[in-house]
């Protein structure tokens, strides 16, 4: 399930963002973008899951597993984002926030057994019926990332989702997501402005390749 991004083009009204860029990312592979902020990182993202403003002038092909993405919607694009904030509904238990991914089809039985699954591959077995506001930022983390793989995605983007843990659990995290990454086979892109980070991209890392300008518009 690689992803591809060739010749692509970023215009904010007469600003260019990103001009002929190209990037291939294998199957089970991450890829780390670094660049400072406000560059229009969040804004690449935003174009390959389908999420950009109209405003903004795409140019370019974005291939999935081999199908040609960038003219469909996002709902039919299957790529999954994480962001910095875990982003976890506060009115649903843990349980039911992981429950939210999953197709509506399942039986109940078969709904019950994939959560249980996903709170012990991240290490959360018992932790069901908690509400999220009692979880630490590490767990917060790591359901938001379970709660993305329960949805099958295709590809993962990752929008500074360590920016917000202290070093021990950027790194803790950090392993537990490459392996989910290496297990489920989809390639993956980190956006980030942390040195630390490039350590998960296994040599595969891009230096954001516009200078930021601060009159851009709404680019992150």
Known sequence: MAL?????SLRWQDNPLLTSFSLHIDDGEIAV???PSGCGKSTLLSAIAGTAP???SIDGTITLN???????APQHRHIAILFQDALLFPHLTVAQ???FALPSGLSRDARNSAILQA???CGLAGYGDYDPGHLSGGQKARIAMMRAMLSAPHALLMDESFASLDPELRSQFGSFVAEQ???KQIPALLISHHE????FAKGKVITWPMLKNDNLGPVA
């Open 4 to 8: 591809t991004l060739e010749n692509l």
């Open 54 to 56: 109209k405003t903004l």
């Open 181 to 183: 990454i290496k297990q």
């Open 33 to 35: 973008m670094h660049g």
């Open 119 to 121: 709170l012990d591959d």
């Open 196 to 199: 630390e980070d490039k350590i």
């Open 97 to 99: 926030n992981l429950g």
């Open 66 to 72: 081999g199908k040609q993405i960038d003219h469909l």
